[in-house]
Structures are given as C-alpha cells and as structure tokens.
T-cell receptor, first 113, second 111 residues
Framework: DSGVTQTPKHLITATGQRVTLRCSPR?????VYWYQQSLDQGLQFLIH???????AKGNILERFSAQQFPDLHSELNLSSLELGDSALYFC????????????FGPGTRLTVT | EDKVVQSPLSLVVHEGDTVTLNCSYE??????LLWYKQEKKAPTFLFML??SGIEKKSGRLSSILDKKELFSILNITATQTGDSAVYLC???????????WGAGTKLIIKP
C-alpha cells in the first residue's frame, strides 16, 4: 500500500457523460500527478500539480481538466466521454525533495460504453 | 521527441534463471531514470538512478545506468514466480519533473 488513495475503483458510464476521479496523496506529499494507462498506449502522463498549482501538462485532452485543493487532494474531471477514454487512471504523489520518485495509487478503471 | 524504449517486450524464463531487462532513452533534458514493477495493479517503485556506473541493489534486483550510451539495465537473479510482472522504465526530465515511460517488459517466470 503506497499511501495514495483513489476513488472510485471502478466507473462505468456512457459516451458523452462527465465523471470526476478523486485522489488523496500520501501524507506530506505536495505533488500530485495524473496518468492514463491504456492497453495500446501504455502509461501516459496527463498533468502535475504542486501545492495547488499546475506545474506541467502532458498529453491531456481539452475535455479533461484537473485541480488540486488546499487540503492537497486532487480531482480529474473527464467530460464528453468517448469510447477511447476507457482506461486505467492513476494518481501518483511525491515529496518535494524527490519529485521523480513517485508513488502510485491503486487506480480508477473507467469503462465508457 | 523524447522517447524511452524497453527490450525485450516480453520474456519467459524458468524459476532460478537470471534475467536482464534493457531500457534505452533519447530525451532532451535527462535528470533521472527509474524502474517500476507493475503486477495487476499500480506500479511500485524499485530504483532511481541519476549517476553513471553506480549500481543500485535491492535483494535479488540490481540496476545500473550508462549516461554516455543512454541506457540502463535491470538484473534479477535467482528469479521466483513472484517476480512475474511488467517492469517499467521511466526517465525524469529536468525541466518539469515529468516522467517519460517505456512500454514495459512483461516477465513471466515459469515454475
């Protein structure tokens, strides 16, 4: 158990809908990273927040957005969902002194039907 | 374009064998290279390497980085069935703490 929590574990929804994925980092970690993992594309970096501020964006679609709240938990919002958005979504966190050493949550498996 | 390439993509060996997994990279602002193990859930951190030639070791696993030739290897000795997993290599970029991931090596250990 990495100490990173994510909810929900599974999510099934229809095309065109909007969902919110939630992540709580390890105690003391200020950075939160979101990743998408699909069978054909592997692990893709989406976005990084540090202490409430966006620090870096990767291959994140405009239909997706994220934020980090004052209590450091983060939410990833996915809207106008398409079949191709079906994937595992991971959140990871790290301490400021070692940002590359990232600890992953259990993931949310999103299925869009 | 930054990229990380792992080889082989899959590997099947017998318990007790030694395996070597490879990771090569081409990135603009290298800062670190990391190895993760992914079973049927989230990736778990194994090693982080930043300096060439210094071996990192944890039990039967070890890893080394060659920054001149732009690659790293992960060795697993005396393999056990519990080592079966996908091993992921990632490179950390200096500019924004982003990790660029390889596709992984799927390792299957047969009893």
């Amino acid at each position: 158990d990495s100490g990173v929590t994510q909810t929900p574990k599974h999510l099934i929804t229809a095309t065109g809908q909007r969902v919110t994925l939630r992540c709580s980092p390890r105690s003391g970690d200020l950075s939160v990273y979101w990743y998408q993992q699909s069978l054909d594309q592997g692990l893709q970096f989406l976005i990084h927040y540090y202490n409430g501020e966006e620090r870096a964006k990767g291959n994140i679609l405009e239909r997706f957005s994220a934020q980090q709240f004052p209590d450091l938990h983060s939410e990833l919002n996915l809207s106008s969902l398409e079949l191709g958005d079906s994937a595992l979504y991971f959140c990871a966190s790290s301490v400021a002194s070692s940002p590359y050493e990232q600890y992953f949550g259990p993931g949310t498996r999103l299925t869009v039907t | 374009e930054d990229k990380v390439v792992q080889s082989p993509l899959s590997l099947v060996v017998h318990e007790g064998d030694t395996v070597t997994l490879n990771c090569s990279y081409e990135v603009t602002n290298f800062r670190s290279l990391l190895w993760y193990k992914q079973e049927k859930k989230a990736p778990t951190f194994l090693f982080m390497l930043t300096s060439s030639g210094i071996e990192k070791k944890s039990g039967r696993l070890s890893s080394i980085l060659d920054k001149k030739e732009l690659f790293s290897i992960l060795n697993i000795t005396a393999t056990q069935t519990g080592d079966s997993a996908v091993y992921l290599c990632a490179v950390g970029l200096d500019s924004n703490y982003q990790l660029i991931w390889g596709a992984g090596t799927k390792l299957i250990i047969k009893p």
